[in-house]
């Protein structure tokens, strides 16, 4: 933008540095402010889009497929080719949180270790070289982690399990769990290790001088001080999961299904979504327009973990002086 | 002293100095995972890739056979023959992609963190659209597809409107998607600029709009880069929201404008690693490389920018 430098127009005699305001710098001082409102409206017409483009569609799958809401939130079969075709979508409810519930159980507990040692015990300088290591790790695509799935985990989890007696699908809920899991670590630990390290250096010096050590200090006093951030770590990190959608279409395969063994396929919301678009129905079709329903839930289902997470931070926060 | 308070008081030493290394021993492991997989993934992928090869463990010829490999990769388009494949139309499309995301999303992102943090008086409606922000970071990337799918490639259903399954309505769905990243770290960079540099500028009667562009701005470039980058690699590595905007799966011919036809380099990827068997390993792990390559070291320069100008 202009700066009161540049001659104005039309140019002074003299370039005199008192003389006030030009005419493109006072119109910069109202166009800036309403150009830049402009971009923060974007931001909430992505929501209302968002929210719009949902519920309209979603309304229109209900017609179209002449289903009430019960039948699709409570429905448990999932035939879209099937004559009548049946749209129930806990089959995919249950399996999104099966890959959601096994990646959390690799994550959270190897996520909060690492923030406990970043922000505990590790020395200055190891600190210094790992933080940007995990930083780079948050950086890689999801479709990397789907593909290690298929050339490394599932060939793994077959040389380890079929011996036992164990069938393995080619594409299983486990091998999905397992790249999920590490794939939110960097999640978790960063997160966590932020309200770790908040935590007033008084309160462990405090434990100290009573007699506490280290692994206590760590467990016990710095981890509940910081336990809503911790918490809040958590929520997200499953969120994410729930979202994920590209390592969990390589890994996971698309099979809509209750089971509760995770060495066969299922299918998650995000992958059923992705399978319905790269298939042949058309637009228009129920089959094409049950994508935005399943939208709608996923959407639904992540904003709730999200807003859940954000009301434990601020709700159960310690707060010290 | 009653028995229960006795017991309180035990010291029990041995346990508790045992405890104390275990758990930093197990602390450390779980950290070091993420540099294991880090190195684990990039071995397997360069291992998949030389899959193909005879040879034995000959350092400076795999290394040659590498090199050959992702040339021919970079260069070759796509093809049903895993020996012709590659990824140059995605590799184009890719960099149209980046482009574009880059010249509508930044703008977007960095507008709107300097009107929330400069301009709009504190209040209930700031409140509320930085908690739609918060949630708008969480939203999953493939429902900015389903976005994307309805209002950019189909246009609410109105033909005139709809940009159908062309590079800008991939663009414009990835700058909604970066969106978020980019006003939040812009936010953050705006809000580590000392309130004295503005105040000195206002008192010397700098206007506003000066303030901000000559001096706040100015100032807190190196984090409101930090974000550009690292939500245009995000972007770059974006897979599901552009199959939901019609990325082609296969397409021989590179786009050459907004309005073409477009894949990208995830989405090409993926299409690779779906096909059967073992035959397209060499090619899927190749392009894995290539992208890993890229985002990583998109992401290691936003990050050195980050430690060396960041947190004064």
């Not at chain 1, 590790?122 to 600190?127: D, H, K, N, S, T």
């Not at chain 1, 590490?182 to 250096?201: F, H, R, T, Y």
């Amino acid at each position: 933008m202009s700066s009161p430098q540049k001659p104005p127009n039309p140019p002074p005699p003299g370039d005199d540095p008192w003389r006030g305001q030009s005419r493109a710098s006072a119109v910069a001082e109202v166009a800036a402010p309403s150009i830049l409102a402009l971009c923060g409206l974007v931001t909430v017409l992505t929501t209302l889009g968002i929210l719009v483009v949902l519920a309209a569609q979603s309304v229109q799958f209900f017609l179209k497929a002449e289903i009430g809401l019960g039948e699709f939130l409570f429905g448990t079969v999932l035939k879209p080719e099937a004559t009548p075709p049946k749209f129930g979508i806990l089959p995919l409810i249950w399996g999104t949180f099966l890959v959601a519930f096994g990646a959390s159980c690799i994550a959270l507990p190897i996520g909060l270790l690492s923030a406990i040692y970043l922000s505990e015990y590790a020395p200055r300088a190891v600190r210094a070289a790992l933080k940007p290591t995990l930083e780079l790790l948050a950086g890689v695509p999801t479709i990397v982690y789907g593909y290690l799935a298929l050339l490394m985990v599932t060939p793994a989890l077959k040389a380890l399990l079929e011996p036992m007696g164990l069938r393995v699908d080619q594409f299983n809920a486990l091998s999905a769990c397992i790249v999920v899991g590490v794939m939110i670590v960097p999640l978790v630990s960063s997160l966590s290790e932020d309200v770790l390290s908040a935590v007033p250096q008084g309160l462990r010096e405090a434990a100290y001088g009573l007699g506490a050590t280290k692994f206590e200090v760590s467990t016990r006093v710095v981890l509940p001080a910081g336990l809503s951030g911790v918490a809040a770590s958590f929520i997200l990190a499953i969120s994410r999961a729930v979202g994920e959608t590209m390592a969990v279409v390589l890994a996971a395969g698309t099979m809509a299904r209750f089971t509760l063994n995770p060495l066969t396929s299922v299918e998650t919301m995000t992958t059923y979504i992705i399978q319905v678009i790269g298939g042949e129905a058309s637009y228009g079709t129920a089959k094409y327009l049950s994508l935005f329903a399943v939208g709608l839930t996923l959407f639904a289902i992540t904003l709730g973990l999200n807003v859940l997470s954000s009301l434990v931070l601020r709700r159960y926060r310690e707060v010290y002086q | 002293m009653s028995a229960k308070s006795a017991e309180m008081f035990r010291p029990r030493r041995r346990s508790r100095t045992l405890a104390g290394p275990l758990f930093a021993a197990a602390c450390l492991l779980a950290t070091l995972t993420g540099v294991v997989v880090l190195a684990v993934l990039v071995l397997a992928v360069v291992a998949a890739a030389l899959s193909g090869v005879e040879g034995g463990p000959d350092v400076a010829g795999a290394a040659r056979e590498l090199y050959d490999l992702l040339a021919r990769l970079i260069s070759n388009r796509q093809s049903s023959d895993p020996a012709r494949a590659g990824f140059r139309v995605g590799i184009v499309s890719s960099l149209w992609l980046l482009a574009l995301t880059a010249a509508i999303g930044i703008p977007l992102g960095v507008g709107a963190g300097v009107f929330l943090e400069e301009y709009m008086p504190d209040g209930r409606l700031r409140r509320l659209v930085q908690t739609n922000i918060a949630n708008l970071a969480g939203v999953p990337s493939v429902v900015y597809g389903i976005l994307g799918l309805a209002v950019f490639a189909r246009g609410f259903g109105y033909p005139g409107l709809a940009l159908g399954p062309t590079l800008l309505a991939g663009a414009l769905t990835l700058s909604l998607l970066i969106l978020p990243t980019i006003v939040i770290t812009t936010q953050e960079s705006l809000r580590t600029v000392p309130p004295s540099l503005r105040q000195a500028a206002l008192a010397l009667g700098a206007t506003r709009w000066q303030v901000v562009s000559g001096h706040v701005l100015p100032s807190a470039l190196p984090g409101i880069l930090t974000g550009m980058i690292l939500g245009l690699s995000r972007a770059v590595g974006e897979t599901a929201p552009l199959l939901m905007v019609g990325a082609a799966g296969s397409l021989l011919r590179a786009p050459g404008g907004p309005f073409d036809r477009y894949t990208a380099m995830p989405v090409e990827i993926y299409n690779y690693a779906k096909e059967p068997g073992q035959a397209f390993q060499p090619v899927t792990a190749g392009g894995i490389l290539i992208l890993v390559a890229l985002l990583l070291s998109m992401n290691a320069v936003a990050i050195v920018i980050r430690n060396r100008y960041g947190r004064r």
